[in-house]
Each structure stands twice: as C-alpha cells, then as structure tokens.
C-alpha cells in the first residue's frame, strides 16, 4: 500500500514535462478516489488500495504521454460551470470567456433575444449565455452528430431551459433572423507549428484548422451573417492572436460598423465584433 503523498510526488516527477504537474497529479487521483483536493491536503498519509492505484497509473500513463486532463477527466470548467467534453471537439478554453463577455455586455438582458452559437462544441458558449440569460432563446450549432450528443448532455445537467441544440453546417439549416450570431470557429492555418504541440496534438482537426491561412471559415461566418441577423444585430468572434486586423477589415467589407476588437487575459487582440448595417439609435 502507498500513500497519497507518496503517490503524488512520484507523479509529480514523472510529469516534470508538464507546466502544471502538481495540479495534474492531483485532479487525476482525485479523478480515481471520486474526492475533492481539499481532502489530498487533509489526509496525505492515507493509504490507497491497489485497485485505485492501478487506475491512477493508468491515467498517469496517458497524461505523460501528453493527453489533456480534460479528456482523462471527461469534464472541464468554464464561465464558473462544468461541462462534459469529448474528443469529438475542442476543450473550451479560459480566452473565449470574453467572447461570452462582450456578448453580455452589447445585449440587453431582458428582451427574449433569438441568438445562434455557430460551432457549439461541448455548448461551453450557448450554454453559459443561457444561464446568464434566462430571457435569451439559444441555437447551439455544430455539423458533428457526437458534438450535438455532447451538447445535449450538458444541456441537461447543467438545468438549462432555453438552449437547443441544432446539427447544421454554418447557416445551412438556420431558419429566420437572429439578434446576434456569436462563434468560436476554427482558425488555426493548416501548416501551423503549434498542431505538433500540447493539448492541440489531441482535439480534432475538424475544430482547429480552417485553411492556408486559418480563416476560411470565419470568411463564410461573415458572408454568411447579412442574410442571418437583423438590422442592427451584432456578429462576434473569436480569432487567431495575429487575425484581429484581418476580421475588422471583413467585418467593415461586410457591412458591419462600429467594429470593435478587445484583448484576451495574455494581451493578445482575441474577440472582434460589429453591428450588422444600422444606425446606433436601431442598436
Ligand atoms: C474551435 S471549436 C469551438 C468549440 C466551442 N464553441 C468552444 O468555444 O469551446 C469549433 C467548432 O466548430 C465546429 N465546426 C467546424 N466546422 C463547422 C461547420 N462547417 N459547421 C458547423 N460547425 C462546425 C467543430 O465541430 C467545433 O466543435
């Protein structure tokens, strides 16, 4: 029999690659005890049994191996809930927070606003302006059947009554006008370094990449949105760290205004959005 201190600093020194080695360690046995870190802390020479040692070997396995913690655990915070993630899409990161963000801060909370959330993923960014927003009615698209599956699941456990799960690529199925359209699209350039590196190696491509230059798809996004959104109806989106004068530029050809970009936690241009052809008095 080993103890928990004992079995998390072997860990630790085995993932010595990881920035993060400790609170790795440390979410994967509490993964395999079904506890809280709280409880490592407290009862560090506690013994565990073989079974569960054997589990947590397991896993170690894998995340020395390089595989996120995400899909080992199966579930990733964002926005202050936890979702259920899978490897048929991307784990949602910290940095799309502001897209949620921006997306609060330009609506009016209360009006029962018709919003689609364009390459859903695990629903992270539905799913969070929904709760936020009870008045608010949210189309969580992805063209994936096991995304919408995924979607689906964490609709459920996470109680939310006004977010509704659509298969469709882009605009393809969308019937009517929306009051906002808001995207986390692929954008990574197919021949980017940072695919051989990190988490990336593992999420699917059909998440990340989007052409030679990484903005195919927000290209048809923003083509696409005229006919979707109302006069005055906001389009915003999250994009590469260098893409931000690429996406104004498309926005304004479009016939969006008011083009704004802001910047994510590393300083980096992140999010840009403007408002579909109208004054600011139909904003
Ligand atoms: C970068 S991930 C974003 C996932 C999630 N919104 C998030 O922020 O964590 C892009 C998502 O777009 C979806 N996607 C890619 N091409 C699509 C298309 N043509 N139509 C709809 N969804 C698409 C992928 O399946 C993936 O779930």
Known sequence: MITIAAVLKGARQRLADSDTAALDAELLLCHVLGKSRSYLFSWPEQEIDELVEAQ????????????????????????GHEFLVSRDTLIPRPDTELLVDVVLEKLPAEQPLRIA??????????ISLGLARPAWQLLAV???????????RNVGRLHVGNVRPLQSSWYSRLDGVFDAIVSNPPYIRADDVHLKRGDVRFEPRSA??????????????????????????LLALEHGYDQGAAVRELLQGAGFQSVQTRHDYGGNERVTFGFYGASDAQR
């Open 142 to 152: 992805d063209y994936i059947v096991a995304v919408l599956d995924l979607v689906e």
């Open 117 to 126: 959330d364009l390459g859903t993923g695990s629903g992270a960014i539905a």
């Open 56 to 79: 947590f070997e397991h896993l170690l396995a894998r995340r020395v191996g390089g595989e996120p913690v995400a899909y080992l655990l199966g579930r990733r915070e964002f926005y």
């Open 208 to 233: 990340l990449v989007s052409g030679a230059d990484g903005l195919d798809d927000i290209r048809l996004i923003i083509h696409g949105a005229p006919a979707r959104l109302r006069a005055g109806g």
